[in-house]
């Protein structure tokens, strides 16, 4: 399966892609935990995107997809993947129709911007491995440790209030047009998020089991 997941910030997608990841045993792809690891490693392009990530906006469009050329190429995506934040604007879309990748789905989480905002701020993130947490929604076992790796759970720098906002709205002026892009090509599903994980994974999995 090749599968892309849109949505707003924090909608969840990250959330579901590791589910189904583990579920159909193909990678998730996650340009923004690429360009995390990227800015922690201190590498040219990570350097690069930092200004763009701090204020909410998007990192140019030829870095993103000099990123995805190369992790797609690697032999763990032949079988299938998850594109999680890929693609984000509409000549990412087409960058991705040129080099010739048949996505089968494009499965946009919808949640309202009031609910992403509430789910923003309770958003704790592992600064060691990158699991994501909620101080509500998903707890960790410890307060404050991930529960994978030990690490300690920090805010993500992008989750201050203001900068949310920012996400928000270039997504619904960047990203939300890629509804109508694959609408066109017969390969929207639209899920609506659920206050509840499982109650969200249900659903996404009903709209995959129907592709
Ligand atoms: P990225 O990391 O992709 O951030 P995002 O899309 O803004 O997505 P998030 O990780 O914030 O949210 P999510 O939808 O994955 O939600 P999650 O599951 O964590 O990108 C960051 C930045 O990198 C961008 O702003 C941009 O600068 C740059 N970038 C990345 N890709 C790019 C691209 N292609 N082009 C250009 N720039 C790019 O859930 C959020 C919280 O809610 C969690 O705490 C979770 O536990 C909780 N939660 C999840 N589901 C539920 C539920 N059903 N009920 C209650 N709580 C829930």
Known sequence: MKLILLGAPGAGKGTQAEIISEKFSIPTISTGNIIRAALKEGTEMGLKAKAYIDKGELV??????????ERLSESDCQGG??????????????????MGIAIDAALSIEVMD???????????????????????YKKPAVEGVCNTCGGKLVIRKDDEPETVLNRLNVYHEQTEPLKDYYKAQEKLLIVEGQDDVADTTALVLKALSEI
């Open 114 to 136: 009031s609910e992403i905002v509430k789910r923003m701020s309770g958003r704790r993130v592992c600064e060691k491995c990158g699991a994501s947490y909620h101080t509500e």
């Open 81 to 98: 993947f998850i594109l999680d934040g890929f693609p984000r604007t509409i000549p990412q879309a087409k960058a991705l129709d040129t």
């Open 60 to 69: 140019p469009d030829e870095v993103v997809i000099g990123i995805i050329k």
